[in-house]
């Protein structure tokens, strides 16, 4: 029989990623918990390439914070003014680390929980994302593989991308997700696709989260 767990619950009040507009002062995050429990929440920034290893010009208020139960509380993200390029967007992590209350039940495991949120350093460009999806162009790398292009400066978070062959059919593995960055190419994982394609459909998640649909073709 498995013992019994307690985790904190904690949201984003329906947040799922974070935009830093240029000339911004700050940017506040608001954690929920909504446990009957309190809370403690550890929250830091890194930055959303792995490889990256620099500094990262930015500072948040609270990296400790404690929130009642059934409570909110604000972290705010500050940006130091330089030190990010202003010709394009910048992308980090906001993670959270949401640790419940140590019960006094001795068979009752805690478990923490890491959120990892995408948080877009966004300097002053022309256009919007939703403009930039006109840049994307998809075209072969091979003889079975394909590659999309992006050509803006923003980063083009991509879900459900399908390819469909010259009779509209859905040719290979529909693939979930994928962050195009700016001014990238970004090569499509194997499709298993051994058809000629012809047009590609996907959604772009908005600022606020929500996907939008749109349908591209595909270059020869």
């Known amino acids: 029989m498995l013992a019994p767990t307690a985790q904190a619950e904690i949201s984003f009040d329906g947040y799922t990623r974070f935009i830093y507009e240029a000339g911004q002062h700050q940017v506040p995050v608001i954690l929920v918990n909504d446990s009957n429990e309190p809370?403690?929440?550890?929250?830091?920034?890194?930055?959303g390439d792995p490889q990256?290893?620099?500094?990262?010009?930015?500072?948040?208020?609270?990296?400790?914070?404690?929130?009642?139960?059934r409570s909110k509380a604000s972290v705010d993200i500050f940006y130091?003014?330089?030190?990010?390029?202003?010709d394009r967007e910048s992308f980090l992590l906001l993670k959270v680390l949401s640790v419940p209350k140590k019960s006094s039940d001795e068979n009752l495991i805690s478990i923490a929980l890491q959120h990892n949120l995408k948080l877009f350093y966004r300097p002053k460009l022309l256009g919007s994302p939703e403009e930039a999806i006109k840049?994307?162009?998809?075209?072969?790398?091979?003889?079975?593989t394909y590659q999309v292009r992006n050509n803006s400066p923003y980063y083009l978070t991509l879900t459900e991308v399908i390819l469909r062959d010259p009779k509209g059919v859905d040719?290979?593995?529909?693939i979930d997700h994928l962050m195009v960055a700016p001014f990238a190419t970004y090569e499509l994982p194997i499709?298993?696709?051994?058809?000629?394609?012809r047009e590609v459909t996907y959604s772009l998640v908005s600022d606020?989260?929500?996907?939008?649909?749109?349908?591209?073709?595909?270059?020869?």
């Open 80 to 86: 130091q003014g330089a030190g990010l390029p202003t």
């Open 191 to 197: 499709m298993a696709c051994d058809r000629p394609v």
């Open 39 to 47: 809370a403690l929440a550890q929250v830091n920034l890194s930055w």
């Open 171 to 174: 040719c290979g593995k529909t």
């Open 208 to 220: 606020g989260g929500t996907p939008q649909a749109y349908r591209n073709n595909v270059q020869p």
């Open 52 to 69: 990256e290893n620099r500094d990262i010009p930015m500072a948040l208020s609270k990296p400790l914070l404690l929130i009642a139960e």
């Open 135 to 144: 840049t994307l162009r998809w075209s072969p790398s091979g003889s079975t």
